[in-house]
Structure formats: C-alpha cells, structure tokens
C-alpha cells in the first residue's frame, strides 16, 4: 500500500525519463565535433535546453496530459541545473540566486525557440537564435545546427512522448 501511495504520477515519472533521453543525446560528441557546439559549461547548458525545448514542444501537442509531462520534464531539468550547479562547487547561498538567472534564460530561450518555430519554413530566426545562443563565438556554424534541429523535430513529430520514450535522430 506505501508503495502505491509513494509511487511518483507517471507523468512525472515520464518527465525524468524524457529528461534523460535529452541529455544523452545533449552529451552526444557528434554534436562537439561535427557541428561544432562549444564545448563549455555555456555551450552544453544551450544544448541542453535546446533538446528539452524541442522534447516540451513535441508535449504541447499531446494535450493535457502532455502539459502534464511538459511540466515534469522541465521540473527535472532545472533539478538537473541546480545539481549540476552544485558539482561544479556553487556554493549553497549563491545557488538561488544562479538558478534564477538560469530559470529566466530557460524561460527566454523557450520563448525565443517558440518564436523561430512559429516563423518555419523561414530559417532564419532559428539560424540567429542559434547564432546568439549555441554559437556566440562562431555563429557561421548555425545553419549546420538549424539542419539538425528541424530533422530532431521531424523524428519527434512522429512518436508520442508520453510514456516517457523517445528516439533521437544521431547527431
């Protein structure tokens, strides 16, 4: 009986779950080496937000229950930052105030992505996002990621994230 009532709801349970999916895929080398993501503390965090922005869209379209997942998802991934904050040896007091500085960039980028999306077929608010995001030092590599992103998307688009699978395209 403990155990069904301390049993996490799935929709959390798919949001961690999603959430894993996006940094292994986040963490893939192809992404450092062939197209040229920076490979810093900087540049990871935008990878990183970049697959959790393009799993969250994916959920919007799924309803309710997606907006549940949606939810959970990002629950895990500011989790994720204010650990990953933590090992890099941030210190207890300044960890709310980095994680609030973080939080309104999660939410800029989410609000920025949502913007280059809506613009598509025109590729070019999702090549200057990338440009001012992934890739401040070397902006030319942002048509490569662009290219990436709309293939994430389109593998995306054809499979329902709710149960907490999904299937990246490789980088």
């Known amino acids: 009986m403990l155990t069904r009532l301390f049993k996490p709801r799935p929709a959390k349970s798919a949001g961690h779950s999603l959430y894993a999916r ?7 080398p192809s992404l450092y080496r062939a197209l040229g993501a920076p490979d810093t503390a900087e540049g990871r965090f935008e ?4 697959h959790v922005n393009l799993m969250i869209e994916r959920l919007r379209a ?4 997606g907006g549940e997942v949606a939810q959970a998802l990002f629950d895990a ?5 204010d650990h990953g ?10 960890v709310g105030k980095k994680m609030r500085k973080l939080g309104e960039a999660i939410l800029g980028r989410a ?5 280059a999306i809506a613009a598509l077929p025109e590729r070019g608010p999702l090549e ?15 048509p490569d990621m662009a290219d990436y992103v709309l293939a994430q998307r389109e593998v995306l688009a054809g ?12 980088a």
């Not at 799924?62 to 229950?65: D, N, V």
């Open 47 to 50: 990878v990183y937000s970049l």
């Open 128 to 142: 200057a996002l990338l440009a001012r995001t992934v890739y401040a030092e070397a902006p030319d590599r942002s």
């Open 77 to 81: 991934y500011a989790s994720g930052l």
């Open 85 to 94: 904050l933590r090992e890099m040896g941030v210190g207890d007091l300044s």
């Open 111 to 115: 609000k920025s992505y949502q913007e």
């Open 159 to 170: 499979q329902s994230l709710l149960a907490g699978q999904a299937e990246w395209r490789p």
């Open 22 to 28: 996006a940094v292994e895929q986040a963490r893939s």
């Open 62 to 65: 799924e309803g309710e229950q």
